[in-house]
């Protein structure tokens, strides 16, 4: 007999109790019911399943990891699902009581669990934590319904934008931390959008950059100017959605500017170059610039690099790479303002102002359009 031939011929006593389990209805909200209301988001896909994209705010608590899984799903297409169950509650009885432990500092708030589909796995976990005195339901459709949800959200009209733009280090992003109703693309991806940009940091994937970006935008108005930073489509490894992007070019531009030795100043600071690790970064991106800056230039920042001298680098990239480029991005641009950027606090004061205006100029023509 077969190792699945011994599953199947397991599977109708185990069946039957896990059908005893799992009978009568499960207490179940919406994708859009599960996020209006305040409650702890449990996933319990596996580790890897989540790494890929979660619900921002989810708990990763993994039912099987990702060979436990594997082997699930094949039992389940070669034999069937009940001895797919059996192999699951094989894997997981042995873990059951140090799972209820991992969950107790929880117990007192309510709780909505969500697998890839809304499936067995979040289903036998409701039930199991309800039958343990946890306050909890399934989330219908799972992350799969959730995924939709987000495409669905990010095909809305946008707020109107102002978008800053400036030359690399001239404080786009410390600018937007003083800022009202902000939206910080390059925090939501986890990356400074430049050839630089991952160092100390872990980069988001796309399905994660989305749902931040839904998220963050659920919290801002829907009908006042955001402040944003100007970027090309791509943020790292990360795209943004088209109708955002559009959003972004039709929006009310505008330049900022400060001298070449506040902008090295500002990166030198923000990148704080100073572990081996980083270094080791820094220096094989180096060599992938031999072919913008040649062989020599590249030799002779990597030099400036071992014996610690960034500011060098910095004024070198800064004049001999990014500036050029962005000069020839930036030459068909409308700019509606145009700012000095050497004193962030009155910039950023500048800009509200600049703002309220242009809030008041929209509700005049709205008043007019009636």
């Known amino acids: 007999m077969t190792n699945n031939d011994s599953l199947s011929a397991q599977a109708k006593p185990f069946s039957k109790r896990i059908e005893d389990f ?15 209301e305040d409650m702890l988001l449990l996933d319990v896909r596996t580790a890897e399943e989540f790494a890929k994209g979660s619900i921002p705010g989810a708990r990763s608590f993994p039912l099987f990891d990702d060979l436990e899984r594997a ?21 997981f009885e042995p873990r059951l009581q140090q799972f209820l432990l991992s969950l107790s500092a929880i117990k007192s708030q309510q709780l909505v669990v969500y697998c890839a589909r809304g499936g067995m796995r979040s289903a036998a976990v409701v039930r199991l934590l309800e039958e343990n005195g946890f306050r909890v339901s399934q989330m219908q459709g799972g992350y799969k319904d959730y995924r939709q949800y987000v495409l669905q959200q990010l095909e809305n009209p946008t707020p109107p934008l102002i978008v800053l733009h400036g030359q690399t280090g001239v404080g786009k992003t410390l600018l937007l931390q003083k800022l009202p109703d902000h939206l910080d693309l390059e925090g939501l991806a986890q990356h400074r959008s430049s050839l630089f940009g991952a160092i100390h940091k872990t980069p988001r994937t796309q399905k994660d950059f989305e749902a931040l970006l839904v998220q963050k935008l659920s919290e ?11 970027e090309s489509r791509k943020v790292g490894q990360v795209f943004i959605p088209q109708i955002f992007a559009n959003a972004m070019k039709s929006g009310k531009l505008v330049l900022l ?6 902008r090295i100043s500002r990166i030198v600071e923000e990148y704080n170059i100073c572990d081996e690790q980083s270094i080791q970064q820094i220096d094989s991106i180096l060599q992938t610039l031999k072919v913008a800056l040649g062989k020599v ?10 014996h610690g001298e960034i500011e060098n680098i910095v004024h070198m990239l800064l004049v001999d790479y990014y500036d050029p480029r962005y000069q020839h991005a930036m030459s068909g641009y409308d700019f509606a303002l145009k700012l000095s950027a050497e004193d962030l606090n009155q910039t950023a004061d500048a800009l509200i102002t600049f703002r309220n205006q242009m809030i008041e100029n929209h509700c005049q023509q709205s008043v007019n359009n009636v």
């Open 22 to 36: 799992l009978k009568g209805g499960l207490p179940a909200l919406s994708v859009e019911e599960a996020l209006a």
């Open 297 to 306: 230039k590249v030799e002779q920042l990597r030099l400036w690099l071992k």
């Open 71 to 91: 082997e699930i799903g094949t039992i389940y297409k070669q034999v069937g699902r009940d001895a797919a169950v059996v192999k699951g509650l094989e894997f």
């Open 220 to 230: 801002l108005p829907e009908d006042l100017f955001l402040f944003v930073e100007g």
């Open 257 to 262: 500017s400060a001298t070449l030795e506040t």
